[in-house]
């Protein structure tokens, strides 16, 4: 035992051994091999983080590899987002939520929600599977994540218009990488993610052979989708999908939130705006009838469209992050507590 000169136990080998023999032992190696192989911090940041020495991250994560809990992503759980989990399937009536541990309140939650959402489309992905893809930074992160194989009879069918675009966030991007990574079919909606008019829209589903990729979605396993909020960081804004006037006539019209160029209000009503009518993607009614509906996303900025999303899609599994996963708690106890107040009425 290597000792300091008076005698007592050098502080990096004490808190070495108090991390291995403390009941959180566990929880700090995950997160540990977390931040370092999905968030990518280096092992001085996360020993900040965390407040032990370099040494003690060094070991932690040789740990972590000893006991088989890294290969893409960690093959662990953190304990302590259990309840969040729980907490978000009893408040929506989720099958299934997974929250994603994150280093710090500030830190881009895009990455850590990615990998967990790679790992459960991993898991999912079987033979003759016809799945219905959105679009966005969250899900385009995904495919380092997901692990590739061939499948016989599996399709990607693109839910959103917009591959006349050439963007990094194109809605057709993710789809044909991902029917790549498992060697299936994919199929694209050629047409612009909205259009300038409901009658320009009409004509190309009508008369131009876009029902027939429509109708494609009726008979969906699953669905994987992400929230766009609407602030200045939202995607379908920075890339250049809405105009300024656009954005803040939907903010006017009471929209939090968007699915698929499908704006929707906090209470995940669709808002009155004439973008929701030139939009060339599924109707929410058919994402609906997916027997799974995978929702990945998170973000403070889209805690209060997440909260609306759900009774607009119903989710069957949701994935997000731990501060998401808190804030969204935190705001349906705070309204279920507005709202006791009010029908007890006044003392």
Known sequence: MRESKRGTKDPEMMAGENVRGSSQ???????????????????????????????????????????????????AKVADTTELERGLEELFGIQKAIVAPLSSPQ?????????????????????????GVGWGRTLYNTLPFI???????????????????ARRFNPAEFAWQLAELFQGEGFLVPAPAIVDSAETKRTLIERCGLNTIFEMAEDLDAVLLSVGGTTSTATSYRVGYLTDAQHDSLVSAGAIGDLLFHFFDEHGNLVDHEINDRVMSVGIDRLRRA???????????????????MKLVEPTVFITDEVTAASMIEKMQLRGSRRQKKSNGPA
Not at 123 to 131: F, G, L
Not at 149 to 161: D, P
């Open 291 to 309: 027997p799974i509906r995978l929702l990945a996303s998170g973000g403070p900025e889209k805690v209060g469209a997440l909260i609306g999303v």
């Open 147 to 165: 692990k590739g194989q061939t499948l016989t009879g599996f399709r990607v069918y693109s839910l959103l218009g917009g591959i006349i675009q």
């Open 107 to 131: 830190a881009d939650p895009v990455p850590v929600i990615s990998a967990a959402a790679g790992d459960y489309i991993s898991q999912i992905a079987t033979s003759n599977m016809r799945v």
């Open 25 to 75: 032992a566990d929880r700090v190696r995950v997160r540990t091999a977390w931040m370092y192989y999905v968030e990518q911090l280096t092992q001085s940041e996360i020993a900040a983080i965390l407040n032990i020495g370099r040494v003690t991250v060094v070991r932690l994560l040789a740990d972590a590899r000893a006991r088989n809990e890294i290969k893409i992503t960690i093959n």
